[in-house]
């Protein structure tokens, strides 16, 4: 039986919490956060104590492995203390709200190399992405021409005052692209390869008066091999590939690759649907797609509207810590 806690008892971690639960094998042994009463509720819910200090839960439960759920600014030191005390850490997207914090977390972890410690960037598993990611990797397409992944996503006023540290640079780290866009970012890395240069703008239109982080951004992304990107505001996220490898972008909003897959719109493909082999088509229709490949492949199968995908955005130096 593996032990676990939770650091941080906000938005995100009702999602640990339930996968927690969900996992045989697994224990939940203790929560904390800052707010007493909000550890409580998490603590009666589960039926494990609660902290208001992560060190206390360190020393009283000694998990084997920590999920931290705080606000960006606190990820860096909560982790490197469960690494200091031989803990494994699970830290949500960013690493840090700055590139120093993260480089300190970083080498705590060099610190510590037989601690394991994680980064939650999940899409990178989900069975679509995966999908692609064989599909693209086994160059059975040919060269990509090109790539796109628009992220049009707002956040209200009430969302920022709800948590305030969202809409503070100096405890989030920024805006739409280190808390709505994070997700698609390292997608299309992932994707199309390692970033090599980054130009772009970034802009407070919809949101100033009320947070002093960006709420909209439009970015190049250049890419080993010579793929590059662009993204658009808004939380709106536009990429061009030009690469020989086989590689592109996706998920919700609108995936494009130019030259073998095409684009839908508000579409993903279904798990398992996509392999080695299947060319997908624009049809006649908006975001309407065919298939050629294996027998099984239906576009019923390869196609589900979707509604909930959340992103985010930028990572600090992610790559150093796989």
Same mark, same amino acid.
């Given at each position: ?76 030191? #909560?982790?490197?203390?469960? @690494? *200091?005390?031989? %803990?494994? !850490?699970?830290?949500?997207?960013? &690493?840090?709200?700055?590139? +120093? ?100 703008? #970034?802009?407070?239109?919809? @949101? *100033?008066?009320? %947070?002093? !982080?960006?709420?909209?951004?439009? &970015?190049?992304?250049?890419? +080993? ?98």
């Amino acid at each position: 039986m593996t032990t676990a806690a939770v650091i941080g008892c906000g938005d995100v971690s009702v999602v640990h919490l339930q996968a927690i639960a969900n996992l045989d094998g697994i224990d939940l042994v203790g929560v904390c956060d800052a707010d007493a009463d909000r550890a409580a509720a998490e603590a009666r819910r589960y039926g494990v104590p609660s902290f208001t200090d992560h060190r206390e839960l360190l020393d009283a439960v000694r998990p084997e492995v920590v999920h931290v759920c705080t606000p960006h600014h606190q990820h860096a030191q #909560i982790a490197i203390d469960c @690494l *200091d005390a031989g %803990v494994g !850490v699970l830290v949500e997207k960013p &690493v840090a709200h700055t590139i +120093a914090e993260a480089d300190r977390l970083i080498a705590a972890a060099r610190r510590h190399p037989d601690v394991k410690v994680g980064i939650c960037l999940q899409n990178r598993y989900n069975a679509t992405i995966r999908a692609a990611r064989a599909l693209l990797d086994s160059a059975d397409l040919g060269a990509v021409r090109g790539g796109s992944a628009t992220v049009l996503w707002h956040r209200d006023p009430a969302y920022y005052r709800a948590r305030p540290w969202r809409g503070r640079a100096c405890e989030s780290g920024g805006g739409v692209l280190i808390n709505q866009a994070i997700h698609t970012l390292d997608l299309m890395e992932w994707l199309l390869g390692d970033v090599v240069r980054v130009r772009g703008h #970034i802009g407070r239109y919809a @949101l *100033d008066g009320v %947070v002093d !982080v960006e709420d909209t951004a439009q &970015v190049l992304l250049e890419h +080993a091999g010579g793929a590059a990107d662009p993204r658009r505001p808004d939380g709106q996220l536009c990429r061009r590939a030009r690469r020989d490898r086989h590689r592109t972008a996706g998920y919700h909003c609108r995936p494009v690759v130019l030259g073998c897959l095409a684009r839908t719109t508000h579409r993903r493909l279904l798990p398992n649907a996509a392999r080695p082999g299947t060319v997908l088509d624009r049809a006649a229709g908006r975001g309407q797609i065919t298939a050629s490949g294996p027998p099984d492949l239906s576009t019923e199968q390869l196609t589900q509207e979707r509604t909930d995908f959340d992103v985010d955005s930028i990572w600090l130096r992610r790559r150093d810590l796989a």
